[in-house]
C-alpha cells in the first residue's frame, strides 16, 4: 500500500520564512511524509495490484487515452468557470498554474519562479519563469498577467472575483516583463495560495480576444495539451502541446501522450463499468459504492486506483437568507434530524470513512474536538432535540416565514439526479419529516444546481441563491485554510464562495487573525474558533467526508509519481483530480 501524506508544518514555515522561492522548496527526493502526525489527506493506491509507477521501465511516448468524469463544466476559460472536480481535472491538462502544492505540503512556484511578500504582508511579488509560451505561441509575461487578473479574474462578473476580494487583493502592476506586484488592502499570510486556484491559471489574450463571447472555442493555456475539439456533454479532446515548457527528470520533453478525450459519464455506475469494458481507460468518482467498485475491479487484476480522502465532505448548504433557514432554531433541528451513518450505507461511504462535523477530518492538524462536539448531534441523531425545535418554531407567532402559528413548516431539498444523490435525498426526507418538516424535492441538473448556489447579480442582496438546501461537497480545502474558509464567509455580493449566505462579525475577526499571523498555534486557534461559530450556527449540514479515487487501467503509468517543475513529488490525485504531465502507456 502506497501512502503519502500532507505536512502542513511545512507549508506555515515556509509562509513564516515571509518567501517562497522555488527553487529552495524544489526537493528531488519528494519524501512521502507518511509518519508524520500532521496529516491532512490520505492517498493510497488500493492493495489489490497498486501502482507500479515505481517500477524502472522507461516512459513511452505515443498513444491515447479516455478519461470518464463525473459531470460536464459551464465553461472552462478561467474566471467566468465554475469548476467541479471533474472541470478541474480537464483544466489540469490545458492550464498550468503560477503555484502549486508538493507531496510534503509546500507550496512552490510553478509557471512562478519566485513569489516574495512585503514585510507587512500586503505586497506580493511574483517573477515568472523565462521563455514560456501559450498554446498559440503567444508569450506569458507580465502585461498577459495582468490582463488576465483584470478581465477574467478581478472583473465584476467574474466568480474568482469574490475569493481576490477576500484575500484583500486591491489590484496589480507590472514590474517588469516577467514581474508582477500583487497589492492588498491588508496583511495575508494565505495568499500564495489562491495562486493554484483558478485564479493563477493564465490564458493567451490573444486567442481569448478572437472571440470573447466564445471564449472555449480559443482555449490556449500553457499546459501540456491543447484543446483540439469540445462537443458539449459529448466529449472534450486535448492533444500533445509539442512545445510545452518542460522536462521529465532524464530531460525528455513532457508530455508523452498524443491525445486525452475527456467524457462526461454522469452515471456512476455507467463509468465505472465503462472502465471495466474498456470503453474508458481512466475515470474519477467521488462516490463511496463507486469507490468500493473500484477498489473490486483492482482487486480482481488489471487495474490500478489511486484514493484520497481529504477536507471534503458530502453536505447540505443552507440558505440563511431564506426562511424559515433564517431562523437558527430550524437549522439546529435539521443537524439534530440528520443521520450520518444512514446517509454513509446510502453513499456507500461506510467503511472507508467517519461522519464528518466541520470542515476538517480527524486526520488534519486544523481539527479540533471542541468543535466538533459544538455541532448540533454530534455523537448521534436526536429525534427529540430536533422535534422540539420545529415545534417551538411552528408555535413562534414571529415564524419568519410569515406563516399562521401551527401551520407546516415547508423545506425543499435540491439535489443533482444521480441515483445514489436521489437516494440521498429521499433518505433526508425521510429524516427531516420524522422530526415535524414537510420537505419537497427538487431534481436539478449539476450545472444549473451550481448556478442556483450561486444566484444572479439582479437580487437583493446580489447572489443570494436560488435553492433552500442544496446537497454539496464542501470542506477545508487541500490548502491554506484562510484560502477555503475566507470563501465561505463574507459579505454574500462578494464572496464567491458564501453560497449559504451566512456572515459574522466574530469569524470575520478570526480571518484576520489568519490573514496576519504565520504563527501555527494563533492560527489554529483561529481556525478553531471559526470551526466552533459555524458548528454552532449551522450554516452548513455535515455527512460524511468524501472518499474519491482514480481508477484506471494498470498499463497506465504516471499517475501518481508525477513532479513539479523544481523536482518536487506532486499530490498525487486529490479530490479526483488527475494532472496528466508524466503519465504514460506501458504496452
Known sequence: MQRSRTAWWRLLAIIAALGLLAAACGDDDGGDGGDDPTTESTDETDDGGGDDDT????????????????????????????????????????????????????????????????????????????????????????????????????????QTRGSLVSAGVTGMEVVDELTVRYNLSEPNAGFPDLLRLEAGWPISRAAYELDPENSDDNLAGTGPFKLESWTRDGEFVAVRNENYWRSDAG???????????????????????SLASGDVDMMQTLRGSAVKQVQALVEEGGFDANMHIGNNSGSALLNVLEPPLDDLRIRQALAYAGDADQVQIVLGDDGLTEPSTGFFSQDSPWYSETAAEAYPGYGGRDVEAASALVEEYKNDPE???????????????????????????????????EVGFTVSLRQVEQAAHIQNAIGTADQEPPFKGNYSINCWRAGGGEGDPLTALQSFFGPVATTAGNFANFTSPEIDEQLEILRNNADFATRYAAVEQISIISAQQVPILWSSPTPTIVGYRDVIRGVTDWKLPDGAMGTGTPQSVARFYEVWIDE
Not at 507550496?107 to 498559440?136: C, M, S, V, Y
Not at 520533453?253 to 463509468?271: K, M, S, V, W
Open 251 to 273: 530531460g525528455n520533453q513532457l508530455p508523452y501522450l498524443d491525445q486525452i478525450t475527456f467524457r462526461p459519464i454522469t452515471d456512476e455506475d455507467a463509468r465505472v463499468n
Open 399 to 433: 415564524r419568519s416565514d410569515d406563516k399562521a402559528v401551527g401551520e407546516t413548516v415547508d423545506v425543499e431539498y435540491s439535489c443533482p439526479p444521480d441515483p445514489s444523490l436521489i437516494e440521498v435525498s429521499q433518505l433526508q426526507q425521510q429524516l427531516f419529516e
Open 55 to 158: 517500477d524502472d521501465a522507461a516512459p513511452q511516448y505515443g498513444g491515447s487515452i479516455v478519461v470518464g468524469l463525473e459531470a460536464e463544466s459551464n465553461t472552462f476559460t478561467p474566471g467566468p468557470a465554475q469548476l467541479a472536480n471533474g472541470g478541474t481535472t480537464v483544466a489540469m491538462a490545458i492550464f498550468d498554474p503560477l503555484m502549486a502544492q508538493n507531496s510534503e505540503g509546500e507550496l512552490e512556484g510553478f509557471l512562478a519562479e519566485t513569489l516574495e511578500p512585503n514585510e507587512d504582508l500586503t505586497q506580493w511579488t511574483l517573477k515568472l519563469r523565462e521563455g514560456i509560451q501559450f498554446h498559440d505561441g503567444t508569450p506569458l509575461d507580465a502585461d498577459t498577467l495582468l490582463w488576465n487578473f483584470e478581465t477574467l479574474h478581478f472583473s465584476e462578473t467574474s
